[in-house]
């Protein structure tokens, strides 16, 4: 079955500094990457997603790249705030939605 | 508030008991997932529905079972249940139509053995 790899497990950063959060999947078939932030003691929550038939998705301070090759994906955070502190997973998903497998997660935390 | 319903949000109960979970997820929404979340850990997958038929498993155990009803509100039932049960348990909801492929999280159920 799919396995999701997830590094780095913890991040700090500086405010205002970038985050990059790395993750690898081993099903080819895999074709939907949705990335989720976990607050503590809360939901997880979708930020971004990505297609596998899109090598590049943007949403203001947020942007995810893929790379099918590689079997590889990424979370970008730019101008990182304090409220960006949280848990953060990446999920692969074959047929678009079924079965999601979730990486162990990163915990990012954006010094003031 | 994502729209996904879970109940109970807490439950505390003893070694060897039977508890059910349930999950009522957004309106429309054919798809179920359940999650086990154990402390400070990632998101375990346990299984899947579309609309009333199991659609995939992950790593369920067999003293675990679920099913989706009908009205498409499902149920997750733990029996036998051991401490190491302890965790927060979610569930979300998927419309898995076009691209409409987002799953929405439930508020989680939090399982206490006892």
């Known amino acids: 079955g799919e396995n999701v790899e997830q590094h780095p497990s913890t991040l700090s950063v500086q405010e205002g500094d970038s985050a990059v959060i790395k993750c690898t999947y081993s099903?080819?078939?895999?074709?939907?990457f949705p990335w989720y932030k976990q607050e503590l003691g809360k939901r997880p929550q979708l930020i971004i997603d990505i297609r596998s038939n899109v090598g590049e998705k943007k949403d203001q301070r947020i942007a995810v790249t893929l790379n099918k090759t590689a079997k590889h994906f990424s979370l970008h955070i730019t101008e990182t705030q304090p409220e960006d502190s949280a848990v953060y997973f990446c999920?692969?998903?074959?047929?678009?939605?079924?079965?999601?497998?979730f990486g162990p997660g990163t915990r990012l935390s954006v010094l003031p | 508030d994502s729209g996904v319903t879970q109940t109970p949000k807490h439950l505390i109960t003893a070694t060897g008991q039977r508890v059910t979970l349930r999950c009522s997820p957004r309106?429309?929404?054919?798809?179920v997932y359940w999650y086990q979340q154990s402390l400070d850990q990632g998101l375990q997958f346990l299984i899947q529905y579309y609309n009333g038929e199991e659609r995939a498993k992950g790593n369920i155990l067999e003293r675990f079972s679920a099913q989706q009803f009908p009205d498409l509100h499902s149920e997750l039932n733990l029996s036998s249940l051991e401490l190491g049960d302890s965790a927060l348990y979610f569930c979300?909801?998927?419309?898995?139509?076009?691209?409409?492929?987002?799953?929405?999280f439930g508020q989680g159920t939090r399982l206490t053995v006892v």
């Open positions: 999920a692969a998903s074959i047929n678009y939605g079924q079965n999601f497998v």
């Open positions: 099903d080819s078939a895999s074709n939907y």
């Open positions: 309106s429309g929404d054919l798809s």
């Open positions: 979300a909801s998927s419309a898995l139509q076009g691209l409409n492929t987002e799953a929405f």
